[in-house]
């Protein structure tokens, strides 16, 4: 375990505010997207596309479990404050002093949960059209939803630039390592390596089963370049 100094002072580094776990499913997340909106189009990539986004919504589960059980800054009661606290965060960043939260501001918070909603949604309508459970206007639904979560994911790059010049604080480098500059009592007194772990390989191990279960076809398909059809795949009768 990490012992939490009782001051910034005493830690050049800063203190310990968000956990291992978090910034695994943070950047999981974040490759897992990149890589589904990258391969959205043409049945080559059709796998890896499936693959990410079932990885999606698996870390969306996690997501939510660890906001109930984890550790204090990656718990939602702690950051979700509805729309009321998320306006008055935002009218503070036009005075002189913003105010400062050491885990995620109000605002920050509502982007997370609608994030995470928006990202199960996304997962459920591509899985039901993979599936065909739903017909092709279940494709149009999934396509909106990613361009909704697109335009999301922009927002919050956004505002963590802008966020980080207001504070004068390094937000992606404090989700890589961490650590903030924040009182040592504010700080968490493990990183819960252990739980990371677990998640990635869960991870590691799934995308191993998907390219194990694939039809040898689709995986020489996907090594060599050539087009792939699936039954389910009805793009070529609005061609």
Known sequence: MDTVPASPAENPRGTLVWDAPVRVFHWLLAASFAVAWLTSDGERWELVHVTAGYTMAGLVAFRILWGLVGTRHARFTQ??????AALEYLGSLFGREPRHHTGHNPAGGLAIVALLGLTALTALSGWAYYEQIAGHWMKEVHETLAGTMLALVVLHVAAVVASSLLHRENLVAAMVHGRK???GAEGIRSPWRSVALVLLAGVLGFWWLQWQAAPAA???A???GHHHHHDHDDDHDED
């Not at 950051?79 to 009321?84: H, K």
């Open 222 to 224: 996907l090594l060599s």
């Open 181 to 183: 500059p924040a009182p």
């Open 218 to 220: 689709e995986q020489a």
């Open 79 to 84: 950051f979700v404050r509805g729309p009321r």
